[in-house]
């Protein structure tokens, strides 16, 4: 019987890998993750510099493309987040590293690492 589910098993994954909707899948999967990328950037966004009245993204500090999200599992993401301090030799950056790390867990819905 377990040989039978396993022929069964292969065949039906090899049908949907040559039909494409596997690829449709993995569009879905970008996609999804794109969203819940764009949805950690609106979050950290409005975050003040330390040192100036303006928030990251005026600064430039985060934009829309240092935000990264992969799924981990269900319902678990990881989110890196790549940040540029305003100067090479900022020594706040820990400081803005940390504010983005509390902003997230405070504010975001679904788990995340």
Same mark, same amino acid.
């Given at each position: 019987m377990e040989i039978v589910l396993g022929l069964v098993s292969v065949t039906v994954s090899k049908v949907v890998q040559l039909s494409g909707l596997g690829a449709n899948s993995n569009v879905l999967?970008? &996609?999804?993750?794109?969203?819940?990328? @764009? *949805? %950690?950037?609106?979050?950290?966004?409005?975050?003040?510099?330390?040192? &100036?009245?303006?928030?990251?993204?005026? @600064? *430039? %500090?985060?934009?829309?493309k240092c935000v990264v999200v992969q799924e981990l599992g269900e319902d678990e993401?990881?989110?890196?987040?790549?940040?540029s301090p305003t100067v090479p030799h900022c020594s706040l950056a820990t400081l803005i590293g940390l504010c983005l790390q509390v902003k997230l867990q405070r504010c975001l819905p679904f788990k995340h690492k």
């Amino acid at each position: 019987m377990e040989i039978v589910l396993g022929l069964v098993s292969v065949t039906v994954s090899k049908v949907v890998q040559l039909s494409g909707l596997g690829a449709n899948s993995n569009v879905l999967r970008a &996609k999804k993750m794109e969203e819940k990328a @764009l *949805e %950690v950037y609106d979050v950290i966004r409005s975050i003040r510099d330390p040192e &100036k009245p303006n928030t990251l993204e005026e @600064l *430039e %500090v985060v934009t829309e493309k240092c935000v990264v999200v992969q799924e981990l599992g269900e319902d678990e993401y990881l989110i890196i987040i790549k940040f540029s301090p305003t100067v090479p030799h900022c020594s706040l950056a820990t400081l803005i590293g940390l504010c983005l790390q509390v902003k997230l867990q405070r504010c975001l819905p679904f788990k995340h690492k």
